[in-house]
């Protein structure tokens, strides 16, 4: 079963684009109708996941006022969960080959329930962010398999079950920040429990319904080491190296942003922005990134080719963190908030063509996963710098500061990308599920 899986993953990494255009693959609706139990227990524990991208973007605030907890343990929040991230990519593949996917998943499951669960207890802060490292070993685990899970089990072909993640996907990035936002205005803890509940749902179904791991020896072997040799391929790592700089300002964003927008409201006498407010505006954010990615960003490719799209979005990015630091610097909500929404857009298109650039790379022999955990840890290891940092910058240099920042992080991301030279990626077809696993480990 498990070498169907990884066999299955390498066809749906290396699918072509066209298989994407439309009259090529089934309706979602007939694509959904026909799907076994499994993938839809999988699925379901993905929008799970998916929503815990967002949850909690929309109560940074509250925690803050709740726990009384500094803005430099808030955005640790971020940087902890992003630092485990790093290390998990090192890991994920071993133990998958070790253990098996099912058990690897399972257990992923298993530690995103504790971590959610023991947060809706926490009375610190400091709490809260041991809790985070735990969640995001859960998330990395979990997220590594699950779309292999789909794909070796789905109904269809390949496209069939890559829709059904593409709307797993979606539905999570775009409600994620609207539960965190409702349940958080009855209590910080309440989205935590909501979604220990949901994930332990999730756990039961996955543990009881989705099928038993082969032997080890039907496994293709990883070693830990493994991604960390796929980077001695210069496109990958010139790649990995320019995503880690765009992602420090992905996470600028998604660490600063509710706070920069408190602290304007603040400036005009009121109160920090609530959930409800905050919600909104990482709805918009989270639905125009999964949009982008899925729909936006092949087009943007078959026009430009994939390397002068990246150059042209991290531009569109830089653009949108100005307008987030000219609002902070006006204390206005609404630019800042607009910058924030804006801002997924040339964000999903990133998460898409930045990993078919580095997916599209490295050598042949190289199993497409091994060279993604490679490209990931140096992309997840930006983010997490950028989330530790961002409340010092904002304590040195003021608000708008850390939006400052992340513009000048794209600028070396555009000098990075634009030492790429290779053709033959620039122009090979969009892997079917970039967008995915662009998005998927955030």
């Known amino acids: 079963m498990t070498e169907k899986i990884d066999d299955a993953h390498s066809a749906a990494v290396s699918a072509p684009l066209a298989a994407t255009e439309p009259g090529t693959h089934p309706a979602l609706i007939e694509t959904f109708r026909k799907q076994p139990r499994a993938v839809w227990v999988t699925a379901f524990a993905a929008v799970i996941a998916f929503m815990g991208i967002g949850l909690v973007d929309p109560i940074l605030n509250t925690i803050a006022e709740a726990l009384h907890a500094p803005e430099s343990k808030l955005t640790l929040l971020f940087g902890v969960y992003l630092g ?61 398999t699950a779309l292999a899970f789909i794909v070796g089990q789905a109904k269809g072909g390949q496209r069939g079950a890559i829709l059904l993640y593409e709307a797993a996907l979606g539905v999570g990035l775009a409600v994620g920040p609207l539960i965190g936002a409702l349940l958080g205005s009855a209590s910080w803890q309440a989205p935590f429990a909501g979604t220990a509940l949901l994930m332990l749902v999730g756990a039961i179904l996955c543990a009881w319904m989705l099928p038993a791991d082969g032997p080890r020896g039907d496994r293709t072997p990883v070693r830990i080491t493994d991604p960390l040799a796929a980077l001695r391929d210069r496109t990958l790592l010139v790649t990995a190296i ?201």
């Not at 530690?111 to 070993?137: E, K």
Request: with cysteine; net charge neutral.
């Open 84 to 144: 485990v991230q790093v290390f998990a990519m090192l890991i994920t593949g071993w133990s998958a080959y070790t253990f098996g996917p099912k058990r690897t998943l399972t257990v992923g499951l298993v530690l995103i329930v504790v971590a959610a669960g023991l947060s809706a207890f926490g009375s610190t802060i400091d709490q809260l962010i041991m809790l985070r490292v735990l969640w995001g070993l859960g998330n990395a685990l979990f997220m590594a």
């Open 242 to 442: 320019g995503s880690g700089f765009y992602t420090g300002a992905l996470f600028t964003i998604i660490a600063w942003a509710p706070l920069a927008l408190s602290v304007a409201n603040k400036a005009h006498g009121h109160g920090a922005v609530g959930p409800i407010g905050a919600g909104l505006v990482f709805f918009g954010w989270g639905l125009l990134t999964a949009l982008a990615g899925v729909f936006l960003a092949p087009r943007i490719a078959d026009r430009f080719g994939q390397k002068e799209g990246v150059l042209g979005a991290i531009t569109v990015y830089a653009a949108a963190m100005a307008l987030a630091a000219y609002g902070a610097a006006a204390d206005s909500v609404v630019l800042i908030g607009l910058a924030v929404i804006l801002s997924g857009l040339p964000s999903g298109v990133l998460n898409t063509l930045f990993t078919s650039v580095a997916m599209s790379s490295g050598d042949p022999a190289t199993p497409r996963s091994v060279a993604s955990a490679g490209y990931s840890f140096l992309r997840w290891m930006g983010g997490a710098a950028s989330a530790i940092a961002v409340a010092h910058i904002a304590s040195w240099f003021g608000a708008p500061a850390p939006f400052w920042f992340a513009a000048s992080y794209c600028v070396i991301a555009i000098a990075v990308v634009s030492l790429v030279r290779n053709d033959a990626t620039d122009r090979a077809p969009i892997p079917a599920d970039a967008a995915l696993i662009g998005t998927e480990e955030m």
